[in-house]
């Protein structure tokens, strides 16, 4: 109570000036100085206070000081009303259990683009104005449909002037037979000189490879008039029209400046194409010396999910695979065919694809929350016949059906903390309540997978 009988004194004719004092400049000085009274009156009376505690406590500083260090090490309070010593803190009560022990089979998943079998751009082989569209965009088409129609009128007129062509050289061909005919007993009688008969058999030859140079232009002429209908190379699924009637279109054999249509996709089947690393090749390749059919080879049964779906629900066979590996990315290119008769999948589209990347053995698993984990490694608990858990560094294999896959560290004898491990620590005593395992039908669903059956 010293330090109060200090303070009040310098506070209380603070509370009893009037309110207008404090607006004046002697006001606050007077304020401010009256401040500085109550901190020395504070300090002093802490100072007092030291100097009478070991009057008070009947103790030396030096014992007072030893007493609160063995108090803070002790763990015990040391507050007021604490309570006496500590009390040891109790056993936490954890569950426990053998990991469990399945037949699975191990699945690697990759990401893949769906492309055509078949595309084709649809160009016109003549140059000419367009006059017609005759499709839908967008729709399906039957290979022989027709596109587009060009206006033909140019290109009759050119077959009619061959096929008038092609008469006169027939003429020409009557008439040097003729001549020829008439020519031969009048050689033999030495009325015409020989080289007069031998012009006109000349002239015949002549006449005759002119038909045929006259035969071949109608045929070009007509083939060019077919041309003014561009027909669909393959059956599947068209795209917009690239081109309106009314436009000059530029056709030819080359693609080079040549004007693009439209395009055309088949749709059943579809493939997929997806990149294989470097290891993950290697180990499809040691797994298939070991006789595992469905692990990365030709033939191979795949599944595949797009981004909307659970599990992989389409089945497919995998039907290339390159012959070198990308120097740039270090993977290997990988097809595989997809039956596409709903028209589900489309050129273009991300899909997920599942691979076999074991062959079949038995696995050690436990739950995934068992597993603890730091900056270094992943571990679990191991409760021994002493009730005492240990920690034990663990590698990890894919989480199947809820359940995650030891590949290294713990047996499946061995008795692990299936429940509680954020109560445990290394070392500690425990008290351990046996739990079996059981993977949820739940579980199961969500992950869509069945250890050892193919996709």
């Not at 014992?63 to 007021?80: D, F, I, N, Q, V």
């Not at 500590?86 to 954890?94: L, Y």
């Not at 008038?164 to 003729?178: D, F, G, I, M, P």
């Not at 047996?411 to 005593?429: C, F, K, Y």
Request: aromatic share 6%.
């Amino acid at each position: 109570m010293l330090w109060c009988s200090l303070v009040l004194p310098v506070l209380l004719p603070l509370f009893r000036r009037p309110a207008s004092s404090f607006r004046d400049r002697a006001g606050l000085k007077e304020i401010f100085m009256r401040t500085r009274y109550v901190t020395l009156a504070l300090v002093l009376g802490l100072v007092a206070a030291l100097v009478a505690l070991p009057k008070i406590t009947g103790k030396s500083y030096d014992e007072l000081a030893s007493a609160g260090k063995e108090r803070l090490s002790s763990g015990a309070p040391t507050g007021k009303g604490a309570g006496g010593p500590g009390k040891e803190a109790k056993t936490p009560e954890v569950s426990v259990s053998h990991p469990l022990r399945r037949p699975i089979i191990e699945w690697d998943e990759y990401t893949g683009r769906f492309d055509a079998v078949e595309a084709v751009d649809v160009r016109a082989r003549i140059s000419g104005y367009l006059n017609e569209v005759r499709f839908t965009d967008g729709q399906m088409v039957k290979k022989g449909d027709v596109l587009f129609r060009i206006d033909p009128r140019p290109f009759q007129r050119v077959v009619e002037q061959a096929k008038a062509e092609y008469e006169q050289a027939k003429t020409r061909v009557s008439n040097a037979s003729l001549d020829v005919e008439r020519g031969r007993p009048l050689a033999k009688t030495s009325v015409i000189s020989q080289k007069v008969q031998d012009d006109r058999e000349n002239i015949m030859r002549d006449a005759q490879s002119a038909v045929t140079v006259a035969e071949a232009r109608v045929k070009t002429a007509e083939l060019d008039l077919s041309f003014c209908e561009v027909t669909a190379p393959i059956a599947g699924r068209i795209s917009r029209k690239f081109v309106t009637p009314g436009n000059f279109i530029s056709g030819g054999g080359t693609p080079d400046g040549t004007t693009i249509l439209t395009t055309i996709v088949t749709q059943d089947p579809i493939y997929l194409y997806f990149d294989i690393g470097e290891n993950d090749a290697l180990k499809y390749r040691r797994l298939t010396e070991k006789g595992v059919k469905d692990a990365a080879n030709v033939g191979a049964t795949i599944g595949v999910a797009l981004p909307d779906e659970d599990g992989f629900p389409h089945p497919g066979k995998l039907d290339f695979l390159d012959n070198r590996l990308d120097a740039g990315t270090g993977t290997l290119r990988a097809r595989a065919s997809i039956d596409n008769k709903e028209g589900l999948f489309s050129a273009g589209m991300f899909a997920r694809v599942r691979l076999q990347g074991s062959a079949e053995y038995e696995a050690v698993l436990v739950p995934d929350a068992a597993i603890g984990t730091d900056q270094a490694s992943r571990f679990v608990y191991v409760v021994g016949a002493d009730n005492v858990a240990k920690r034990q560094a663990v590698k990890l294999g894919p989480l199947i059906d809820g359940m995650r896959v030891i590949r290294e560290g713990v047996g499946h004898d061995a008795m692990v903390v299936i429940n509680g491990i954020q109560r445990v620590r290394g070392g500690q005593a425990v008290v351990p309540k046996h739990a079996p395992l059981r993977v949820s039908d739940s579980a199961a669903t969500e992950t869509g997978s069945t250890p050892v059956k193919t996709p």
